[in-house]
């Protein structure tokens, strides 16, 4: 069983950079996927991006890519994601959630774990 905490989302004006952090629980979180995904109002909850057991390989969602960058400390137990040029449209719930596999995933049905999500509102 894993528990995951996200933290770090708030209020932030457009080009704005924020670093979001999920904290896991467990022994073996080295062995996890992780995943990053969003959900605005009335919109499906879209990939953002993943990370491998490892953190040697990354995957990154169109609207996001080079603007975010996903990194993940094992010996702490916590997958980031650096949020940089920030727009209106990446106001939504950030959630994290791994998946008991190592390699990357981007279909959110895949992950085992989900963590309560943090609030991201960006103010144009």
């Known amino acids: 069983q894993v528990q995951l905490v996200e933290s770090g989302g708030g209020l932030v004006q457009a080009e704005d950079s924020l670093r979001l952090s999920c904290a896991a629980s467990g022994r073996t979180f080295s062995s996890y996927g992780v995943g990053w995904f969003r959900q605005a109002p009335g919109k499906e909850r879209e990939f953002v991006a993943a990370i491998s057991g490892s953190g040697g390989s990354t995957y990154y969602g169109d609207s996001v890519k080079g603007r975010f960058t996903i990194s993940r400390d094992n010996a702490k137990n916590t997958v980031y994601l650096q949020m940089s040029s920030l727009k209106a449209e990446g106001t939504a719930v950030y959630y994290c959630?791994?998946?008991?596999?190592?390699?990357?995933?981007?279909?959110?049905?895949?992950?085992?774990?989900w963590g309560q999500g943090t609030q991201v509102t960006v103010s144009s």
């Open positions: 959630a791994a998946r008991r596999a190592s390699l990357i995933q981007v279909n959110r049905y895949e992950y085992d774990y």
